[in-house]
């Protein structure tokens, strides 16, 4: 079992920033690679960002591509997701999700309860 906790959202102006952390305990975390995904009211939950186990692959939606990034740091059982430059579009509940290997549509074997994320206009 992993234990997904996730922290850092809030309200924030477009064109700010926030640093979305997720927590892991439970099994070891180095063996999983991570995902974000969001979902907005009325809509699908649709993916964000993942990064492989090692750390040294990372993949973006287009929409989040050269605003978002996600890291997970050497040693630490968390992982990252800086965001810049946000946008009303952006405002949804963030989930953080682990599984085997990267899966860009879901299908992560564990799931955090989300951080509500509201960029203002």
């Known amino acids: 079992q992993v234990q997904l906790v996730e922290s850092g959202g809030g309200l924030v102006q477009a064109g700010g920033s926030l640093r979305l952390s997720c927590a892991a305990s439970g099994q070891t975390f180095s063996n999983y690679a991570m995902g974000w995904f969001r979902q907005a009211p009325g809509k699908e939950r649709e993916f964000v960002a993942a990064?492989?186990?090692?750390?040294?692959?990372?993949y973006y939606a287009d929409s989040v591509k050269g605003r978002f990034t996600i890291s997970r740091p050497y040693g630490r059982n968390t992982v990252y997701l800086q965001m810049n430059s946000l946008k009303p579009e952006d405002t949804a509940v963030y989930y953080c999700?682990?599984?085997?290997?990267?899966?860009?549509?879901?299908?992560?074997?564990?799931w955090g309860q989300g951080t509500q994320v509201t960029v203002s206009s």
């Open positions: 999700a682990a599984g085997p290997v990267v899966r860009l549509s879901g299908g992560y074997d564990y």
């Open positions: 990064i492989s186990w090692s750390g040294d692959t990372s």
